[in-house]
T-cell receptor, first 112, second 113 residues
């Protein structure tokens, strides 16, 4: 069974802090994704990565960056956290093109 | 880019009834349409998907239909049970460049005993 693990289920940070959200998958998947989920807005793609060291902007990349130094790990970085980044963050991975995405349990991030 | 509209936003049914959730998409190049179920506090999980070369796919009580001409696809759940209560998301993938998914806003399905 595919395992996508997000480092924290709940996280509370302060405005202006640099925040790191970590995601690890154990199935040697090529592609990894970060979404944020907000009530009434569904899942919106922030960034994705097709391979190590590679990253592409999704639909809402502003205020975020990512890092993929190793194939199994994809990190989402909030450079200077703001209250409008309070949300549920979901990581996903997949084998490759045309394959289904598998999600982690999510990190509920609160910025105070 | 792709735009996916999902209706209704909430749906209440009695146990044993059928439930239908509809999605429309904008990009005729979309060729893969998955459906995810997210129970309260849990991760979204793929329940069924369909590709553009198929008009209908069924898996036990769940079926998905695709109308490429009208650019819409639907999820059908028959003989609903309380454990079907969840938020359901449709998505569409455009097969050009980097093939990412665009999700609908979700439908909260409540099945009452």
């Amino acid at each position: 069974d595919v395992k996508v693990t997000q480092s924290s289920r709940y996280l509370v940070k302060r405005t202006g802090e640099k925040v790191f959200l970590e995601c690890v998958q154990d199935m040697d998947h090529e592609n990894m994704f970060w979404y944020r989920q907000d009530p009434g807005l569904g899942l919106r793609l922030i960034y994705f990565s097709y391979d190590v060291k590679m990253k592409e902007k999704g639909d809402i990349p502003e205020g975020y960056s990512v890092s993929r130094e190793k194939k199994e790990r994809f990190s989402l970085i909030l450079e200077s956290a703001s209250t409008n980044q309070t949300s549920m963050y979901l990581c996903a991975s997949r084998t490759g093109e045309g394959q289904p995405q598998h999600f982690g349990d999510g990190t509920r991030l609160s910025i105070l | 880019g792709e735009n996916v509209e999902q209706h209704p936003s909430t749906l209440s049914v009695q146990e044993g009834d059928s439930a239908v959730i509809k999605c429309t998409y904008s990009d005729s190049a979309s060729n893969y349409f998955p459906w995810y179920k997210q129970e309260l506090g849990k991760r979204p999980q793929l329940i069924i998907d369909i590709r553009s070369n198929v008009g209908e796919k069924k898996d036990q009580r769940i079926a998905v239909t695709l109308n490429k001409t009208a650019k819409h696809f639907s999820l059908h759940i028959t003989e609903t049970q309380p454990e079907d209560s969840a938020v359901y998301f449709c998505a569409a993938r455009v097969n050009s460049g980097y093939s990412t998914l665009t999700f609908g806003k979700g439908t909260m399905l409540l099945v009452s005993p």
